[in-house]
């Protein structure tokens, strides 16, 4: 039994990192209708940017977390002023293309520029182990996964109760009407992948404290969070929240009772299951677009 | 007709890219990952391999011309290297080749060379198998697990006084490879087998793993992990409070992975074919000549790049010409003096002679406290 709630929270924990780092790739889905490809290189980023700013120049964790933010805010901003602005309204294989060569290229740069190095952020705390009765945790993974909630609350809440994600909302209905109504629909746009390149990016600063920032990371954290997406249903943001915990549960389950070699196995069996079984994920709201 | 268009295009630029016949420079290939989960360990190799040229040519290199290093990407993937090697003999006709480095991927590329009859060296890859497929084209200027295990599991036993390990290793040839040789090593010496286990390449989080280890209640974890991995791995051990002795193989005793461990790493065991710390004259030298050159101490990968290329650089001077067979030959007759001992080559193709040691990681360095002769396998 002790063994058994060790797992779970295990698998909550980890399962709250993985909706953290899956919420940027379904909003930037579910609001623009662009499947970024680079989503974890955006993460890769914040990690190193994080790295950049603890170890090299260092800073307070938050105070460079608050940098990595920021930063990462306008290369979002910047990125779809400049580049995902040339195909929009031109169908979802023009994004795919253009999103794909720029994981390629930020990958690389990364590469380029610090090296294939695994590299450490320095954490807000120390990390010894807590004891919660049976369970094992450390502090540093209990003050992420409340960063996590935080965040997951406050984007949540800056959609559905600002005037930005009124717009946003707009915008994502009918971009023709929003524009009628005087809604700078680029502005928006820009403004809501600058917002998903955030999520993504402090993400990855966050775990990259807990676990290590590498320039090669990237691939792997985008395919775990396509599974959380799709599991969760494309663009659905309590679907990215239930997807993780899901995907995160699972595999301390697998892990624990059967083996920790195959556990990747498990995100993909699920995906399979879903999509032979409810093909638009647990939670999607079927919107169709104008 | 625009893909044939493009066609024609990509048949130009190669056609025009194609070498104007260099003939100036002797060419070696070296297939290691650059990109992926083992990059870092994969740049390690040529960054020792790059210094290794370097001084071949700054003595004037072989048989009077430079020698050049053509470097492929093969990602640790077998389907990568072999592309990489057929690019590297038919388009760069590379009169030798130095790779792959995950064992899977030198497994794949080894076929690939004998049908071209070009000799291949591998620096790391350990599979203890590889040299027993009778394919005279392939040299492993590295140890095997199975050797490994043979030097140092009884230093281990009594220094440690291990009676029950849990083993852990990386779900791939070499991690299994490492756990089964050690497993088998240590029950032979009495000590119990507390639980075995395997994660795959790039995991982060061991929570799960480690919740298992806690409740086997071993007095000793042997793991098989590289720098990434293991470094997450042995901070989670001691996060997760599990107060036991750690020992293992995998590239530890470097400076990158002391710092990514922090103060995890003070205690641990590690055993390494090669320490920057081995106390030998012609070590000492190669430290000094790796630290100008990069700014941090040679590993266990950094060394295994530098003595392959020194090995191949001496096999081609030795054979007098650049055709294969002869270097083939001058490979079997090699006896290299390497910062960790002396390199040779049994009939298998398999290095013999070279010291390994068991190092402790303490304050930050890893102290030496056994050293074995790794001898030549029966």
């Known amino acids: 039994m002790d063994l058994f709630l060790q797992f779970l929270t295990n698998g909550l924990v980890v399962g709250a990192f993985y909706a953290l780092s899956a919420l940027g790739l379904t909003l930037i889905f579910g609001l623009m209708r662009v499947v970024n490809f680079a989503h974890g290189e955006i993460y890769m980023l914040g990690g190193v940017t994080g790295w950049f700013f603890t170890s090299a120049l260092g800073l307070n964790f938050f105070a460079a977390l608050a940098l990595v933010i920021v930063s990462m805010a306008v290369l979002g901003w910047l990125v779809d002023r400049f580049l995902i602005e040339r195909v929009r309204d031109q169908g979802e294989e023009a994004g795919i293309l253009l999103t794909i060569g720029l994981s390629i290229f930020l990958a690389n740069l990364t590469l380029l520029v610090v090296g294939p190095a695994p590299m450490k952020v320095v954490g807000p705390l120390t990390e010894g182990p807590v004891f919660l009765g049976p369970v094992v945790l450390t502090k540093l993974r209990i003050v992420a996964v409340a960063i996590g909630i935080i965040l997951i609350v406050g984007a949540n809440l800056l959609i559905r109760k600002t005037r930005l994600g009124q717009a946003m909302r707009a915008t994502f209905q009918d971009p023709m009407a929003a524009r009628l109504a005087g809604i700078r629909t680029d502005h928006i746009y820009a403004c809501t992948f600058a917002l998903g390149c955030t999520l993504a990016a402090t993400a990855g600063m966050l775990l990259a404290s807990i676990y290590s920032a590498q320039a090669s990371i990237g691939g792997l954290v985008s395919l775990k969070s396509f599974v959380v997406v799709i599991l969760g249903g494309m663009g659905s943001f309590p679907g990215a929240v239930v997807g993780g915990l899901l995907l995160g549960v699972a595999e301390a389950m697998w892990g624990g009772y059967v083996a920790t070699g195959m556990v990747d196995i498990i995100g993909f069996a699920l995906v399979i299951v879903i999509l032979l079984f409810r093909p638009q994920g647990l939670f999607a709201t079927r919107v169709e677009r104008a | ?378």
């Open chain 2, 1 to 378: 007709m625009k893909l044939s268009a493009f066609g024609c295009l990509t048949g130009l630029v190669v056609l025009l890219s194609a070498p104007a016949l260099a003939e100036d420079e002797i060419k070696i290939g070296l297939i290691e990952p650059l990109t992926g989960s083992v990059a870092y360990n994969g740049n390690s190799v040529v960054e020792g391999a790059k210094l290794a040229i370097g001084e071949v040519n700054a003595a004037g290199g072989v048989l009077g011309k430079p020698i050049k290093l053509v470097i492929e990407d093969g990602q640790c993937q077998p389907a990568n290297s072999v592309n990489a090697v057929e690019k590297l003999v038919q388009k760069d006709k590379v009169a030798l080749l130095v790779g792959a480095f995950c064992s899977s991927a030198t497994a794949a590329i080894m076929p690939v060379a004998q049908r071209y009859k070009i000799p291949l060296i591998t620096a790391v890859s350990s599979k203890a198998d590889l040299t027993e497929q009778n394919n005279p084209y392939f040299f492993r200027a590295a140890e095997t697990d199975a050797l490994m295990a043979r030097a140092f599991a009884k230093i281990l036993a009594t220094s440690l006084k291990l009676t029950n390990v849990a083993y852990i290793g990386v779900n791939d040839d070499w991690g299994r490879g490492g756990v089964e040789e050690f497993s088998h090593d240590l029950s032979d010496l009495g000590v119990k087998k507390a639980m075995v286990d395997y994660f795959d390449h790039g995991s982060t989080d061991f929570f799960t793993l480690l919740a298992k280890l806690r409740v086997a209640k071993p007095d000793g974890v042997f793991v098989a992990a590289e720098t990434q991995d293991g470094s997450i791995l042995v901070k989670q051990i001691r996060e997760m409070g599990i107060d036991t002795k750690v020992f293992g193989v995998g590239s530890w005793a470097t400076a990158d992975f002391i710092k990514l461990t922090g103060d995890a790493a003070e205690g641990i065991y590690a055993a390494v074919p090669y320490a920057s710390s081995m106390d030998a004259p012609r070590n000492q030298a190669f430290v000094k000549k790796y630290q100008d050159a990069y700014k941090i101490k040679p590993g266990k990968y950094g060394a295994a790049g530098y003595n392959a290329l020194q090995i191949a650089a001496a096999a081609i001077a030795r054979a007098g010409n650049v055709d294969p067979e002869a270097i083939r030959e001058a490979l079997h007759k090699t006896r290299y003096e390497a910062p960790n001992g002396i390199y040779q080559f049994d009939a298998k193709g398999q290095a013999y002679g070279f010291e390994a040691v068991l190092v402790r990681l303490q304050g930050g360095e890893p102290k030496v406290v056994a050293s074995s002769p790794v001898d030549a396998p029966h």
